[in-house]
């Protein structure tokens, strides 16, 4: 598929775990003749029927919960939640059973389930349509939490996270829903690269930038300008949240001795806040200046006329960097 | 499920404007009052067509009409007492409209320059609510605060049918019976919860919820907006005498998209809407009005013509809607001061003066 | 609300023992079944008494008695078969003895030795469920999952009548009726919620609650075991023909505190208690089965020393179940390989390591 | 009141304000008759009656729900939730409502609500019953949170988070309920210190520890452990979580050079990130090691017989204490 949108290679991804596993399942509102509010599902039920790709009520809690019962029935359930402010009231049966089932059980109801959730702002939308929540997610054990920030990332991360017998959290950066990238749709996810990794998507020497989902695109923009300057940054594109690859993070620092970390999410208790810890910890020696971390504020998303002013843009990336090549 | 409301349907005024009478429900109304309720139609749906075409124009972000809902919302509204005070969801301009709302001050929200949009207090109306079903609980908690000041106010909760399936839902419905609280359900069912017709959310009529939790549930004809004042000012009185909760059905549609965002040619049929357009809200007042001579071309042309200066008024406000202070969104996260949100609103504004005279 | 149960209430052997008919429910059970029912009750109230004192002698942390509730928890579990799955709360000592999980496995959780304790698939019956109505959804959608796999087996899922006013069970409600999923719902209304009555949760008996979403309700005396049985198996047999979920509420009283933490003379008067013990499920079927000379003293003697036997084995099993390796923690967390998991638990083993031969 | 153990110390706090504010109401499950499955809100019932104390059907949603809709109409809300573990079923309203109310209708409707939330771990109890979820409300702007650690502090704090007009969660530490002290219940409310300041509870020179909660008596008395071997701990009570008093902690960190952050909920993206990030930012040339955390492992709270093991104790704060050192 050539140049396709990130919004049609998860689609196509989920076509191919339809296929290839019949006990993978959809639910959630709207997946059906609408084929979800951001077409992800488009053309789904059509193919494969209402039994395996089911419009839901009205209910977040119920989708999540009647997905539990069918992963210990042997399913492999996809669950939409239409948008991030939306999945709270899922969050008993997420943080209660869908993450704690496998320990409870030693491992006889394993949650192979994934909750595909569009995330983060920069949409021009109304209160609860932008919210980044990942860091709930993350500091619950029992989850993982991964984020894709390219189509072709999209298209295999989402068969990895339906494939993982682990339940994951499946992030999907909203506003690159429309970016677009040739996609190899014969790519083997089991030989691709594991979603719980990162990657140095620009290799530099003078600073490291890590981030992911939405702000990938944002903060290579950011190098792209900086290079201008002279200032080499080396960006990181974390893709996995929890477990965090700190190691990866940890070999760049070591080598330039710098780390800035980007998210939408509020920096207060971010995941920045954990790597920043960690960073601190295993290259204490090497660390040139504080971990800075540049995020959304502590407020709660803004109206939309202000959200340029909330997320971390380009601008504010380079001050991230200054800041701490400053030091 | 029935299409056409069955049996059960309370209507007074048929779609061929027809007066019709109900053994338990009725109104009396003045002409004027009559009269009073054809504008309040009229205008709003001339509110919801002219936001949405500032939608479609980019001075809005997204719009959720209420076109067809127009009778459930304004016959629900003009129930209620100064003191009673409503709880709506995102589309409730009709209500808005009843409570004094400025049709303008429904507008930011949409355009993007708050969250919000007026006083709660002001207008005994709580603002906007996005998150499916969450409201309802806080009309009972009000309600509840309601019978502890020895009030006897009641509280009117607007939801959708799709909202029926949330948990929050439920539990107000189990709160309000417990507690026996002063709070008329509203649900607007317009068949549709985005792309899901009512079939995914419940198997038998919604009104008929209330059974299981022990009040009173009844299905009006939402189109009627005489049905609808009669059922609804009926509720309100039951809540007041202290006989506790009511679910109303207002049995609507939603002639239009969900949102702007929305494109329904997707998931429904045209046919459907062809048949509801025979049960619009104001073309049956208007025939009623007119054929027992309350109300003639001048007076309808009268409206008419409010209605377009009232477009113009929405229009221009909208248009010349400030966009907010950057530094705004830091005001009220809390209501005592706090450390961290002063210290980020300090960082930005130094971070955007370092920025000064150029593009920030 | 009715003390007794009211007139809706079915009932096929009166606390004095003497066989009903009903118009639309009845079993037809030979003597050895009969004698089957009476052992399992027996056999698991003196599981939970034994459970009971070893709480108290300080071998369990906490112990969440079964009292009084035997007969809806085993007429119920006795009514499924293989292939069926059950969802309990924390308190079906009766439903996990039916599908053959040792009482000993039922200590663990309660001895702090695993937050599971035996297999899932292996019994067809879920772990126990400690936050209130989660588990209702979970059979919901493990009868979904029925549905999918073309089988004619279905699910039965516990709660008290305080989990009525959670928001998952009347999701679990509206899933299940939209899907028509093959699942019983089995509400053991013991009266109470810790302390707080019935009334705290409705106004309107509990079977009612079904009217609501469009799917029937039954209410059913939860201390007769053979009521119990006969409607369980009616439902479930519905559920299989693909009439979809049912609501049985179960009429009965915990005879006992909440768990051994609780302290009912703070909240309840001693009357109550009495007057349900005349109503004890054990009783009414020990005296109709020796007065139909279905069984002898001799019968219920051995009965009662199968009951002394269990207990002892269950005493002598709790007392040696070994505490968990401190790793164990670590295990399972994650089904596939968790680097930070990984981390912790080598930091750990090493911390622990360093402590060798010291008091860790 | 001579000899008070915490449990009395806030029944008593409640009992104040009940008295002090006709506006203020109690509500929870089991908290009339019972007094609470705590015994906090003993004989509050009694002497306030059932339409200010009152037992709330079974419900977490609906409670904090309706504190919402008693709170614009003027009332002081304090809702109980029975266990940490049973937060999860309100967590949408917290978020989404509590939270934003105020934000959102620019100061029209403030939420003057109170959430009590016994929780931690240490008293032998099944799963659920001994989590320590704050972090998940503290990332969350909007709202505050506090939690004391010995009976005067929660007399006193209970107040203040009840007068405080923002909403307040208050964890309560289940297993120091028990613990004594003297209480001057003539206290003032107004001019006691305020509940967001840390409060350094031993001086000391060689390092520091911030703790809260049920931490505190925990890490005096590996201070005290320590203090025979001539480390002298500086030990901090953070006792409000969010806000955090960075300052307090920067200030002490500045003289001793090294932090150690003792919690009981998982260190994966608990408190002490953020703690660590912000100390290793304002104190980076004064940090002579990186901030070293102890708590809770990435896992489910452990059976009851294995949470010794997963609760720090003095020897792992210690062990914090050495590696720390260490550097
Ligand atoms: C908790 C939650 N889930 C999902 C959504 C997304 N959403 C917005 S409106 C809507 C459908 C609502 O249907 P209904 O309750 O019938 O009201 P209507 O829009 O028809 O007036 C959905 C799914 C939401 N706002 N909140
Ligand atoms: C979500 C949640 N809230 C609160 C609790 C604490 N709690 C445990 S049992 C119980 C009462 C349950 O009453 P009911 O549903 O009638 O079942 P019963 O215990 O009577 O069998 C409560 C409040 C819980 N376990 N889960
Ligand atoms: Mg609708
Ligand atoms: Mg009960």
Chains 1, 4 share one sequence.
């Not at chain 1, 290799?203 to 002279?230: F, Q, W």
């Not at chain 2, 399936?165 to 417990?178: I, L, T």
């Not at chain 2, 210290?343 to 150029?358: I, K, N």
Request: aromatic residues 8%; charged residues 20%; glycine residues 8%.
């Amino acid at each position: 598929m050539a140049a396709t949108t990130m919004a049609k290679a998860i689609n196509a991804g989920l076509r191919k775990a339809l296929e290839n596993d019949p006990k993978v399942l959809l639910m959630g509102e709207d997946i059906g003749k609408l084929g979800g509010v951001f077409r992800v599902t488009d053309g789904l039920q059509k193919d494969f029927g209402e039994a395996r790709v089911i419009d839901s009520p009205l209910a977040e809690s119920g989708i999540v919960g009647t997905a539990v019962g069918l992963a210990m029935r042997g399913f492999r359930p996809v669950v939409e939640i239409q948008f991030d402010g939306f999945v709270f009231p899922a969050f008993d049966q997420i943080v209660t059973q869908v993450a704690k089932h496998n320990a409870r059980s030693a491992g006889r109801t394993p949650m192979p389930i994934t909750i595909r959730i569009p995330y983060g702002g920069g949409i021009g939308a109304v209160e609860h349509h932008s919210e980044s929540p990942e860091a709930y997610f993350a500091h619950t054990a029992g989850l993982r939490v991964i984020s894709p920030s390219n189509p072709l990332d999209a298209f295999v991360m989402v068969q990895q996270a339906i494939a993982c017998p682990d339940p994951v959290i499946f992030f999907e950066p909203k506003r690159r829903y429309w970016d677009k990238a040739d996609i190899d749709e014969s790519i083997d996810i089991a030989s691709a690269p594991s979603p719980f990794q990162a990657r140095v998507v620009r290799p530099g020497s003078s600073i490291t930038v890590a981030c992911y989902g939405p702000m990938v695109r944002t903060v290579l923009e950011a190098a792209t300008a900086a290079a201008a300057d002279g200032t080499d940054i080396e960006v990181i594109d974390l893709r996995t949240i929890s477990p965090l690859d700190v190691e990866t993070v940890a070999a760049s620092v070591r080598r330039t001795g710098r780390l800035v970390v980007v998210h939408e999410a509020p920096v207060f208790l971010g995941l920045g806040a954990e790597l920043a810890a960690r960073i601190t910890e295993q290259c204490f020696y090497s660390l040139e200046a504080p971990v800075i971390r540049v995020g959304g504020y502590h407020t709660p998303y803004p109206p939309s006329r202000l959200e340029e002013d909330y997320l971390p843009d380009l601008d504010r990336v380079l001050d991230g960097v200054d800041r701490a090549l400053a030091f | 499920m029935t299409a056409d409301g069955g049996p059960e349907l309370v209507q007074l005024l048929t779609p061929e404007g027809e007066r019709v009478h109900h053994p338990e429900y009725d109104v009396d109304l003045s002409d004027e009052q009559l009269r009073g309720l054809y504008r309040d139609l009229v205008l709003v749906r001339r509110v919801d067509s002219e936001a949405t075409a500032l939608q479609r124009q980019g001075e809005l972000g997204l719009w959720a009409q209420c076109i067809g809902q127009e009778a459930a919302q304004v016959g629900s509204g003009r129930a209620l007492l100064p003191g009673d005070f409503a709880f709506p969801t995102y589309r409730e301009h009709g209500v808005a409209w009843a409570r004094g709302v400025q049709p303008l001050q429904l507008l930011g929200l949409f355009r993007g320059v708050t969250n919000g949009g007026w006083d709660p207090h002001e207008h005994n109306m709580a603002l906007y609510t996005i998150v499916i079903g969450d409201q309802t609980l806080h009309a009972v908690g009000y309600a509840m605060g309601m019978q502890r000041d020895g009030s006897d106010d009641a509280t009117i909760c607007y939801f959708g049918d799709g909202a029926t399936s949330q948990g929050d839902v439920n539990e107000a419905f189990v709160f309000s019976a417990v507690y026996n609280a002063p709070v008329v359900f509203f649900c607007q069912n317009n068949q549709w919860a985005i792309s899901e017709p009512l079939e995914r959310q419940t198997r038998i009529p919604l009104y008929r919820r209330a059974d299981g939790f022990g009040f009173p549930g009844v299905r009006v004809d939402g189109n009627d907006v005489l049905a609808v004042l009669a059922v609804t000012s009926a509720a309100l009185q039951a809540a007041r005498e202290g006989q506790g909760p009511t679910l109303i059905e207002a049995f609507t549609y939603r002639m239009g998209a969900h949102t702007t965002s929305d494109d329904p040619t997707r998931y429904r049929v045209s046919a459907d809407l062809e048949a509801w357009k025979l049960k619009d809200p104001i073309e049956r007042l208007r025939v009623y009005l007119a054929r027992n001579g309350w109300a003639d071309h001048d007076y309808f042309d009268a409206i008419d013509a409010e209605a377009e200066t009232l477009a113009i008024h929405l229009r221009e406000g909208c248009r010349s809607m400030p966009n907010p202070e950057k530094t705004s969104m830091f005001d009220h996260v809390y209501a005592a001061p706090h450390p961290l949100v002063e210290a980020e609103r300090a960082e930005f504004a130094a971070y955007h003066a370092s920025f000064a005279g150029g593009e920030h």
